[in-house]
């Protein structure tokens, strides 16, 4: 697993998470791009992230201005896989290397296909950075 550094400004937002939410952040990835923030929350912490009703994402998303992503942090790179393109019915997923490429393949329901690729491949190209920053992963691929 490389090592992952946080900047000042995703501790400042972990630690703004961690008061609103209660729940435990493993990690923080800002997309200036995409003007949003993806937090990885520990195992089991996913239902205190959210809140009731999605209320603790809504009071984050007017607080920091920005779009907000929550991905339950997952030990090996399937867990995290099934993950990050939720709420997609994942049907399996197989890690693949070849010639030194790391690749991973998740299979989905042909329903949720568009769910697990997102609007313009923003869930797709997300997952590539997760995954890549936690088990160097060098493409994802939905079948």
């Known amino acids: 697993m490389p090592e992952i550094r946080l900047t000042p400004e995703e501790l400042r937002y972990i630690a703004l998470f961690q008061d609103v939410t209660g729940a435990t952040v493993k990690d923080c990835i800002l997309l200036d791009n995409e003007n949003a923030v993806i937090f990885i929350v520990k195992k089991g ?23 907000i992503k929550i991905v339950e942090d997952g030990e090996t790179v399937e867990d995290l896989a099934i ?39 923003k869930t797709i190209a997300r997952t590539k950075l997760i995954l890549r920053r936690y088990f160097d992963v060098d493409d994802v691929i939905i079948v």
Do not use: Q
């Not at 912490?45 to 779009?67: S, Y």
């Not at 690749?103 to 997102?118: F, Q």
């Open 83 to 121: 993950n990050c393109v939720a709420p997609a019915r994942v049907r399996g997923v197989k890690v693949v290397e070849i010639s030194g490429k790391k690749r991973v393949y998740i299979s989905v329901d042909p329903k949720d296909k568009g769910i697990a690729i997102g609007k313009n491949g």
């Open 45 to 67: 912490d996913m239902g205190l992230a959210i809140g009731r009703k999605g209320a603790n994402v809504k009071k984050l998303r007017k607080i920091l201005g920005k779009d």
